[in-house]
């Protein structure tokens, strides 16, 4: 049974609008992230939270809010969004810091088209 | 900033027939090198994990870490049509806190 979950798995957006990417995980661990990957590029860092009611920014945070409401919950928020949003989001978990030696655990992504 | 860049972009081979997965990295201090495989619309599922110069085999995914060389690759022995899926290369600096993902290969294998 999968252990990081996302929903929904697809959506389309209006322009402005607000959208929110839910994320579940049952591996217990403390860290939880969230990606997004567009077609030529890698995987990048959008937020991250090691404990419930905090978040930290990654590496694109801009026009994204995050809320860890939960060890197992972790939201991405996008207020206003726009076309540039369009991509893939993947939540992940992990039992610690990503980059220092810890295995990320990805959900299956969640397909986000800004129209 | 880490740069990591996977090639080819594309790759297309035989079924039972060698796959070799490139990648190369310009932080030389980087610790670990991990492969992990997307199939189209799932996951990314981690292959395999390498710290040191050499090479780590898991089942029929071997990787080859070269750190003078600032380089380690992806050989998948007997790849099959269900290994067709995107591999991504991901480099983690210990010091910096930081995993830095490859683009990505996309691999098919034809029957």
């Known amino acids: 049974e999968a252990a990081v979950t996302q929903s929904p798995r697809s959506k389309v957006a209006v322009t402005g609008g607000k959208v929110t990417l839910s994320c579940h995980q049952t591996n217990n661990h403390d860290y939880m992230y969230w990606y997004r990957q567009d077609t030529g590029h890698g995987l990048r860092l959008i937020h991250y939270?090691?404990?419930?009611?905090?978040?930290e920014k990654g590496d694109i945070p801009d026009g994204y809010k995050a809320s860890r409401p939960s060890q197992e919950n972790f939201s991405l928020i996008l207020e206003l969004a726009s076309l540039s949003q369009t991509a893939v989001y993947f939540c992940?978990?992990?039992?610690?810091?990503?980059?220092?030696?810890?295995?990320?655990?990805f959900g299956e992504g969640s397909r986000l088209i800004v129209v | 900033q880490q740069k990591v860049q996977q090639s080819p972009e594309s790759l297309t081979v035989s079924e039972g027939a060698m796959a070799s997965l490139n990648c190369t990295f310009s932080?030389?201090?980087?610790?670990?090198f991990r492969w992990y495989r997307q199939h189209s619309a799932k996951g990314l599922e981690v292959l395999v994990s390498i710290f040191s110069d050499g090479e780590k085999e898991e089942g029929r995914f071997t990787a080859h870490l070269n750190r003078a060389n600032l380089h380690v690759s992806l050989h998948i022995r007997e790849p099959q049509p269900s290994d067709s899926a995107v591999y991504l290369c991901a480099v983690e600096n210990y010091n910096q806190g930081k995993l830095i993902f490859g683009q990505g290969t996309k691999l098919s294998i034809k029957p």
């Open positions: 992940a978990s992990s039992p610690g810091q990503g980059g220092s030696g810890n295995t990320l655990y």
């Open positions: 939270s090691y404990v419930a009611d905090s978040t």
């Open positions: 932080d030389g201090t980087s610790n670990n």
